[in-house]
Each structure stands twice: as structure tokens, then as C-alpha cells.
């Protein structure tokens, strides 16, 4: 084979290899755009379900809306056989059960997190792991029933403690005082609190296992305790997923109906003490929705569903609010 023919043939490979290449390219620009609209199509479909929720709840709710107007959020009076609507007791009844549950659920899950990322023997730490993700796929009647037939009875047994030890504190007293019934406002949160701790848990675990082992062994070598080593390396590092792991679990809270329907007493009332029974939006709905013999009633659960889903929104937006802050600080440390 003389010089012509070598380059000729070499000429025919790399045109070759061209085309092949050419063609790749050519199959992954089509499945980049593929995948770029389909995403994009999935993320709208799911912007307008939730527009269309939002749409239909106002819609359905106008008339209570209409009929009330802004004293439907601020009046206590729950009275279907008078047509006589107000949010404010089950507006209250979401707010405190949920605050109570993040009260217990936000430092339980840290400490449970920080034990399997930085305490707990290698042996323990997958079961222990498994344990906090079985406990989060428990359906939340489950968790109901558990807290009526199982945790009220012993709580109940208890409450004569809480009255004659935190209900003589003055000032906070008065929300430890009332009937030794198990049921009520407090029993709700601590039920919650059980239901979101494995959410929470998880991701913190999952964050305090992925910090750079360089940063905390340099503050293991500097004398550093671990309990320093949480605060000062693994907090502020993770602190944004962190962040966004609480929000979550605040959203379950939230929107949690059937364990805190069975726990939290679906009392229509407003009282200072957390033993005393109450009702929140969710509840209310479940138990009385099948119940609306009027337009006006239905109308009634319906505007509390849109204040919910409002409340639910905010609370997101808060979130994403303090994680872009938190970014941005970040940004401009570094």
C-alpha cells in the first residue's frame, strides 16, 4: 500500500468516526430536549393542580367567604343548626397542636441524628436507621389508634402530676390545668411530634453524614468536644438542608388529619389549658364534612380547607424565604 492509498484510507476512517460522533451527538441533543420538556411539562402539571386546588377551594368556599366575610376568621361560634360559622378556634387548634409537635420533634430528631452519624458503633447504626424510616412509613391512623387506645390511658394517669407540679408555675400554669381525660391539645402534639421525628430525623442524618470528614477531624484535633464539633462544624454546614428538613416536618404537622382526630378531643371551644380538648382544621373537616346538610355548612369546611392550604403556603414561602437568606449568607462568607 503506497502513500496515496494510506492517507485515503485514513481519510475515510476519520469521516467515519465523524459521522459516528455527529450521530451521538446528534441522539443525545434529542434526548437532552426530551427530558428538558418532559420535566418541564411534569413541573407545570404540577403548578396547575395546585392552582386548580387553590381555584376550587375559593370558588366553593365564596359563599361563607361572602357571607362572613373577615369575621369568619376571628369568631369562635361553630354552630351548624344556627348557620353560624367561625375558624378561629380550629385556626388555634392547628397552630398550637403543630407548634407543640415541633417543640419535641426539632431537638429529638437532632439528637437522634447526631447519634447515628457521630455516636453509635457501625453495627448500630444501619438497624437504628432502619428502625427511625419503618416508623415513618406507618400510616397516621395507625397512629391514631395507638394514641386513643394506648397513650391517652397512660397520659391520663399522668396529668394529676402535671396539674399539681406545672400547673402551680405561675405565669405558664394555667396551660398545664384541667380534667384528667388523656384527649386533648397537648396529647395531639405529642402524638404529632411521634409522626414527624422520623421525617426530620432522616434528613438531618442524612446531611450530618455527608459533611466533609476533613472539617470535623480538624476540630477533633484542635480538642474539640463533640457536642463543639455539632455546634460549630456540622450545624453551620448543613444548616440550610437542615432548615428545609424542619419546614418539612412542620408541613406534615399541618395538614395531619386522622391521628389528631382521634386524639386531640374535636371540642368547638377555645381553652388556655393544653389538657382541655380541642379541634383543628383537619379534624373538623373529617368528622363534619359527610355532616353538611346546608350549602352555607359545606361552603363553611370548604373556606377552612382554603385557610389551611393558605396557612400551608405561607409557611412554605417563610421556608424558602430563610433558605435563599441562608444561601446568600453562605455566598458571601465564603
Request: no cysteine.
Amino acid at each position: 500500500m503506497n502513500g496515496s492509498e494510506v492517507a485515503a484510507a485514513g481519510e475515510r476512517y476519520a469521516g467515519a468516526a465523524s459521522e459516528r460522533t455527529s450521530a451521538r451527538r446528534s441522539r443525545t441533543s434529542v434526548a437532552d430536549f426530551l427530558f428538558r420538556k418532559g420535566t418541564g411539562f411534569v413541573a407545570f402539571l404540577v403548578a396547575i393542580t395546585l392552582v386548580a386546588v387553590m381555584v376550587s377551594l375559593i370558588i366553593e368556599g365564596w359563599q361563607a367567604l361572602h357571607t362572613f366575610g373577615w369575621r369568619f376568621l376571628v369568631t369562635t361560634t361553630w354552630d351548624p343548626v344556627t348557620n353560624a360559622f367561625g375558624a378561629l378556634v380550629f385556626i388555634v387548634g392547628t397552630l398550637v397542636s403543630s407548634a407543640i409537635a415541633m417543640l419535641i420533634a426539632v431537638p429529638v430528631s437532632f439528637g437522634i441524628a447526631l447519634f447515628i452519624s457521630e455516636l453509635s458503633p457501625g453495627w448500630l447504626r444501619g438497624p437504628v436507621s432502619a428502625v427511625i424510616e419503618l416508623l415513618a412509613a406507618i400510616p397516621s391512623i395507625i397512629y391514631g389508634m395507638w394514641g386513643l387506645l394506648v397513650f391517652a390511658p397512660w397520659f391520663a394517669a399522668i396529668e394529676p402530676w402535671i396539674n399539681d407540679h406545672l400547673g402551680a408555675i405561675p405565669g405558664i400554669g394555667m396551660l398545664f390545668q384541667g380534667p384528667p381525660m388523656g384527649i386533648g391539645m397537648l396529647t395531639a402534639g405529642i402524638v404529632l411530634a411521634i409522626m414527624i421525628i422520623p421525617f426530620i430525623a432522616s434528613i438531618m442524618r442524612d446531611v450530618f453524614m455527608i459533611t466533609p470528614p476533613a472539617l470535623k477531624e480538624s476540630a477533633y484535633a484542635l480538642g474539640a468536644t463533640t457536642w463543639e464539633v455539632a455546634r460549630r462544624v456540622i450545624l453551620p454546614y448543613t444548616r440550610t438542608a437542615v432548615t428545609g428538613g424542619i419546614f418539612l416536618g412542620l408541613g406534615r404537622a399541618l395538614g395531619e388529619t386522622m391521628a389528631v382526630t382521634f386524639i386531640i378531643g374535636n371540642a368547638n371551644n377555645l381553652s388556655a389549658s393544653l389538657l382541655m380538648p380541642g379541634s383543628s382544621i383537619a379534624s373538623v373537616i373529617a368528622n363534619e364534612f359527610t355532616e353538611a346538610t346546608t350549602s352555607l355548612y359545606k361552603s363553611s369546611l370548604l373556606a377552612l380547607g382554603l385557610i389551611l392550604f393558605v396557612i400551608t403556603f405561607i409557611v412554605l414561602a417563610l421556608a424558602k424565604l430563610l433558605l435563599l437568606r441562608l444561601e446568600a449568607g453562605e455566598g458571601s462568607k465564603s
